[in-house]
């Protein structure tokens, strides 16, 4: 019931009783997390769905040597656990890999990896921000390519005609990046990669 009502089992988050706090605002994207280990990894597994673990397989480690990019002779669908610079090496090759399945299913994988590209730009502009609102909304159109297929149809939230079949909280982040990229300019300055490296190298310097 909560969950059909998108409520959860907190009653009174600690800003509550702060008539002029803005919670959203003090959120920045998460580059690392949102996308590349989120919506990017989401979009790896339909495609698991859609052709298949093998088929996917076979398409990267069919990809030409390219330089730049990189050759998966190993299944790197074997991973338990996939780094981020794993999924910044799937997103360089994923639109030329999956040269297969059916146009909305490759229009909305080469809009989020858009996104991603766009949103990781060191400076924006006025050129570069409405390419990024672009992209989004190229997934959004296409994102059905998935769910005519099967994909998500059990992971609605409501019912019947209102059931949204990608009630994914790391989805609806991405709206607030062209917002965000406004107001605390590039997302590489907020993204926790950095200090996830800076904390593998002060855990280093202890021994």
């Not at 949102?34 to 859609?50: E, R, T």
């Not at 299913?105 to 502009?125: D, R, W």
């Not at 909280?169 to 991405?174: G, M, N």
Request: glycine share 6%; charged share 20%.
């Amino acid at each position: 019931m909560t969950r059909a009502l998108s409520l959860t089992t907190v009653p009174d988050p600690f800003f509550a009783g702060l008539p002029h706090a803005e919670i959203h605002s003090l959120l920045y994207p998460d580059i690392l997390h949102q996308l590349l280990q989120g919506i990017l990894k989401h979009v790896v597994s339909w495609l698991k769905q859609v052709l298949g673990v093998q088929e996917l397989d076979c398409c990267f480690r069919s990809i030409p040597l390219t330089y730049g990019t990189t050759v998966f002779k190993d299944s790197f669908l074997d991973y338990s656990c996939m780094t981020r610079k794993d999924f910044k090496k799937i997103a360089q090759v994923l639109v030329g890999a999956i040269c297969g399945p059916p146009v909305l299913i490759m229009k909305a994988t080469a809009a989020v990896v858009e996104f991603y590209y766009l949103a990781s730009l060191p400076t924006h502009s006025d050129c570069t921000l409405p390419l990024l609102r672009w992209a989004l909304l190229d997934f959004h159109k296409n994102k059905w390519g998935f769910t005519s297929l099967g994909v998500r149809n059990n992971k609605g939230v409501g019912k019947g005609e209102k059931t949204n079949l990608f009630c994914i909280l790391k989805l609806h982040s991405l709206v607030h990046y062209v917002w965000s990229i406004v107001e605390g300019r590039a997302l590489d300055g907020w993204s926790t990669e950095m200090s996830k490296r800076l904390h593998i190298d002060l855990m280093k310097n202890a021994f």
